[in-house]
């Protein structure tokens, strides 16, 4: 599985002009699911977004000259009690190597996706709380709206 985990202030998506998630800070997760990827690759994943430590914390001096508001690097969203905007993009799959039309052959197919998909919303949940872990629709056109903090911006493969 691939993740693009974006710290941010505020994150959405829009299907058909309404918009079906938000939260506010916390992280949105642009996530791929490749034909090798199993329930072990959910767990992976699963554990890592919920203990990335990609906030400051506020009880602790920056210890820098930056304009980070505590210690930078500190805590999890977890920790900080926020919110998880995930959403699935089988596009992370692509390979442009040849020529000019992306090859999406690596992704995984429909129902199998969404059954890993699905299967890693659920590992957020148990780790945030139900209410903590938003998606947007599988298989839709989706218009994703974020405000980055920072900007940070991480990827992570499960296979690398």
Same mark, same amino acid.
């Given at each position: 599985?691939?993740?693009?985990?974006?710290? *941010?202030?505020?994150?959405?998506?829009?299907? &058909?002009?309404?918009?079906?998630?938000?939260?506010?800070? +916390?992280?949105?997760?642009? *996530? +791929?699911?490749?034909?090798? &990827?199993?329930?072990? &690759? *959910? =767990?992976?994943? =699963?554990?890592?977004?919920?203990?990335?430590?990609?906030?400051?914390?506020? =009880?602790?001096?920056?210890?820098?000259?930056?304009?980070?508001?505590?210690?930078?690097?500190?805590?999890? $969203?977890?920790?900080?009690?926020?919110?998880?905007?995930?959403?699935?993009?089988?596009?992370?799959?692509?390979?442009?190597?040849?020529?000019?039309?992306?090859?999406?052959?690596?992704?995984?197919?429909?129902?199998?996706?969404?059954?890993?998909?699905?299967?890693?919303?659920?590992?957020?949940?148990?780790?945030? +709380?139900?209410?903590?872990?938003?998606?947007?629709?599988?298989?839709?056109?989706? &218009?994703? +709206?974020? $405000?980055?903090?920072?900007? $940070?911006?991480?990827?992570?493969?499960?296979?690398?």
């Amino acid at each position: 599985m691939r993740v693009v985990i974006q710290r *941010v202030k505020q994150a959405s998506v829009t299907v &058909d002009n309404a918009v079906v998630s938000e939260i506010k800070k +916390g992280l949105c997760l642009l *996530v +791929g699911i490749t034909q090798e &990827d199993t329930d072990e &690759d *959910v =767990a992976k994943l =699963a554990n890592k977004v919920l203990k990335l430590r990609l906030f400051e914390d506020t =009880a602790q001096e920056a210890g820098t000259n930056t304009e980070w508001v505590g210690k930078p690097w500190m805590k999890s $969203v977890t920790d900080i009690g926020g919110e998880v905007l995930s959403v699935s993009q089988f596009t992370l799959y692509g390979n442009i190597k040849k020529g000019t039309k992306p090859d999406f052959h690596r992704a995984q197919k429909g129902q199998l996706a969404m059954d890993l998909y699905n299967s890693f919303l659920g590992e957020l949940r148990k780790g945030l +709380g139900e209410a903590k872990v938003k998606d947007g629709q599988f298989g839709a056109m989706m &218009d994703v +709206g974020i $405000v980055n903090d920072g900007p $940070v911006t991480i990827v992570y493969d499960t296979k690398e």
